[in-house]
């Protein structure tokens, strides 16, 4: 069992920073990628982030690419999503998502289908 838990999130101005965390717990193995992906009101949850097992892939959204950077501990207990320059569009419940163990460890993509266990999700507020 992979359990997920994110922190991080609150209230930032536009052009403000904010750096979430996905804490997880489990077998290294019982795994591959980890995702971030965002529910804003009204919208479907969409892909911002992912980085394989292995470290050695990482995706952005487009709305996100130059702005957001994810990482992971050298322990592979935690990932991290640092995200610059917030705008208002960013703002949402913010979940990492472990993908499923049947995946390669080089395997990233913001297929949510894919991931099989998520956390209960970090809100961030960016007003317009």
């Known amino acids: 069992q992979v359990q997920l838990v994110e922190s991080g999130g609150g209230l930032v101005q536009p052009g403000g920073s904010l750096r979430l965390s996905c804490r997880i717990s489990?077998?290294?193995?019982?795994?591959?990628?980890i995702g971030w992906f965002r529910q804003a009101p009204g919208k479907e949850r969409e892909g911002i982030s992912c980085i394989s097992n292995n470290s050695r892939v990482r995706n952005y959204a487009d709305a996100v690419k130059g702005r957001f950077t994810i990482s992971k501990s050298n322990d592979n207990s935690t990932v991290y999503l640092q995200m610059n320059r917030l705008k208002p569009e960013d703002a949402g419940i913010y979940h990492c998502?472990?993908?499923?163990?049947?995946?390669?460890?080089?395997?990233?993509?913001?297929?949510?289908?894919?991931?099989?266990?998520w956390g209960q999700g970090t809100q961030v507020t960016v007003p317009s």
């Open positions: 489990g077998i290294f193995w019982d795994y591959s990628a």
């Open positions: 998502a472990a993908g499923s163990a049947l995946r390669p460890s080089d395997w990233c993509e913001h297929s949510r289908s894919d991931y099989v266990y």
